[in-house]
T-cell receptor
Framework: NAGVTQTPKFRVLKTGQSMTLLCAQD?????MYWYRQDPGMGLRLIHY???????AKGEVPDGYNVSRLKKQNFLLGLESAAPSQTSVYFC??????????????FGPGTRLTVL | GNSVTQMEGPVTLSEEAFLTINCTYT??????LFWYVQYPGEGLQLLLK?????DKGSNKGFEATYRKETTSFHLEKGSVQVSDSAVYFC???????????FGTGTRLQVFP
């Protein structure tokens, strides 16, 4: 199993450009998440999905959109990139609800720079 | 709201030294607690977990005990190795939610 994969690994954008980050998982997990990681701030949740066709906002959703058309894929879109969106983006998936147990499996990350 | 506070790094140790990384939390009810590790250039991996008070999670020589009275979940290892160099994240998950709340991470550097 590949686990959680992300494409691309690196990307440089100019301000105002758009792009889509792709996350794929082969573990048949119901739940998928997009985080951004910034120095000194840990991981912050952007959007998440609790099943195919569903999405929900996380802690920092502004400037991002997501779609979950297939269970195994979770797409993160930036419609008009801004320098403040320079970050490392991680996708994760999990098979159980939060509460007593909630192990999330992470992809390797996408490093995005917006000039 | 719920939050996690970790000691700031970097923590710099010599090989075979004792490691403690402090983590305290604020949460309503009885959250589950986790330590994740991020090796250079990789995503996060679950290191250990504890789901109720006084539980001890352990893995790869690392341990952490869920202390409800002090709202803490400190990570310890008796003898660190160079290969333990990584960023360590404490996290919590409240019952009935689908989300993890992470601390800011603590970088550990181990020198031979």
């Amino acid at each position: 199993n590949a686990g959680v994969t992300q494409t691309p690994k690196f990307r440089v954008l100019k301000t105002g450009q758009s792009m889509t980050l792709l996350c794929a998982q082969d573990m048949n997990h119901e739940y998928m998440y997009w985080y951004r990681q910034d120095p000194g701030m840990g991981l912050r949740l952007i959007h998440y999905s609790v099943g195919e066709g569903t999405t929900a906002k996380g802690e920092v959703p502004d400037g991002y959109n997501v779609s979950r058309l297939k269970k195994q894929n979770f797409l993160l879109g930036l419609e008009s990139a801004a320098p403040s969106q320079t970050s490392v983006y991680f996708c994760a998936s999990s098979s159980q609800r939060g509460g007593s147990y909630n192990e999330q499996f992470f992809g390797p990350g996408t490093r995005l720079t917006v000039l | 709201g719920n939050s996690v506070t970790q000691m700031e790094g970097p923590v710099t140790l010599s090989e075979e030294a004792f490691l403690t990384i402090n983590c305290t939390y604020t949460a309503t009810g009885y959250p589950s607690l986790f330590w994740y590790v991020q090796y250079p250039g990789e995503g996060l991996q679950l290191l250990l977990k504890a789901t109720k008070a006084d539980d001890k999670g352990s893995n790869k020589g690392f341990e952490a005990t869920y202390r409800k009275e002090t709202t803490s979940f400190h990570l310890e290892k008796g003898s660190v190795q160079v290969s333990d160099s990584a960023v360590y994240f404490c996290a919590l998950s409240s019952r009935g939610t689908d989300k993890l709340i992470f601390g800011t991470g603590t970088r550990l550097q181990v020198f031979p």
